[in-house]
């Protein structure tokens, strides 16, 4: 069994959120994807991400049709701070037979010696589902110098390009703007009748 982390503020989760999300699904052939929904990520500030009650159930929201999507709550239901060394750790020993990958984009794979114990997230993870991002240069070799064997663990990716962000689409709310078409219709109607974001 292939398990793969996709962790994310999903504030709101939209249409790229759930490309991508297929697409590793299908070219990494995992047979479960978690959608790890975050606290308060440390590059964020506490006032720039919305209420979890609703993010949570948007996210739900979002990915309700898609069997293999589920929705994780693992990183809000213990205290800070959030690592992934730590939540990959805690998925392996919840899914001891399976095989752990952890998504994440270049430019994450181009920071990874400034990740917390680096080192061993990596000997951690089964495999790295790296999502290529164009006008980002990830020197691989270095990285192939600095950790062992990573080079095997990398599986590259590729999905469409969506221009669509979280912030665009609350933008939109808030100026009374269209976003129809940015969200699944069952998302797009739970904003609608709580009126988030607006």
């Known amino acids: 069994m292939r398990i793969g982390i ?3 503020t999903f504030d709101p989760p939209h249409l790229g959120h759930l490309i991508l999300a297929s697409e590793a ?4 052939q995992l047979d479960k994807l978690l959608w790890m ?5 440390p590059h964020k500030a506490i006032n720039e991400v919305h209420n979890l009650e ?5 996210t739900k929201m979002a990915i309700r049709d898609v069997p293999q999507f589920e929705l ?7 205290p800070g701070p959030h690592y992934s060394v730590d939540t990959v750790d805690i998925v392996k020993e919840m899914y001891p037979d399976a095989e752990i990958f952890f998504l994440m984009g270049q430019d994450s794979l ?13 000997e951690l993870c089964d495999g790295l589902g790296v999502m290529r991002r164009p006008g980002i240069e990830t020197i691989v070799t270095s990285l192939f110098e600095q950790y062992q064997d990573i080079e095997k663990k ?7 390009l969506v221009d669509i962000s979280s912030s665009d689409i609350r ?13 699944p219709d069952a998302e797009f109607d739970l904003i609608e009748e709580k009126k988030y974001y607006q």
């Open 54 to 58: 609703q993010r949570l159930s948007l």
């Open 72 to 78: 994780s709550t693992l990183e809000i239901d213990r």
């Open 171 to 183: 933008e939109r709310i808030q100026e009374g703007r269209t976003y129809r078409f940015f969200l």
């Open 154 to 160: 990398i599986h590259w990716f590729k999905t469409p």
């Open 110 to 122: 181009r920071d990874l010696p400034l990740w917390y114990k680096s080192e061993l997230f990596l």
């Open 25 to 28: 699904l299908e070219q990494l």
């Open 37 to 41: 929904v975050t606290a308060i990520p």
């Open 6 to 8: 996709f962790g994310g």
